[in-house]
């Protein structure tokens, strides 16, 4: 379960407006951990990120579970 559905689900136990800050904390939470993820991949080799199978055009989407599984992609 993704958090935005987490939040979601809390949503529709609370009231509006606990609700509301709920989903906006949970919001603002995920960003800063993505956003720190981001910041941590960067930091690596080119070498370290082909070790993990990743480059450095994809680490946003691959930290925000938005990247295109490619098992058979090779990179060189």
């Known amino acids: 379960m993704s958090v935005s559905a987490t939040a979601r689900g809390w949503a529709l136990r609370g009231n509006g407006l606990v609700a509301t800050v709920k989903i906006c904390w ?18 690596m080799s080119d070498r ?18 938005k990247r295109d599984h490619r098992p058979f992609t090779r990179h060189f």
């Open 26 to 43: 949970i919001a603002y939470l995920t960003r800063r951990i993505e956003r720190q993820a981001i910041i941590q991949l960067h930091a």
């Open 48 to 65: 370290e990120l082909q070790d993990i199978g990743l480059t450095r055009s994809e680490i946003e989407r691959a930290v925000r579970g």
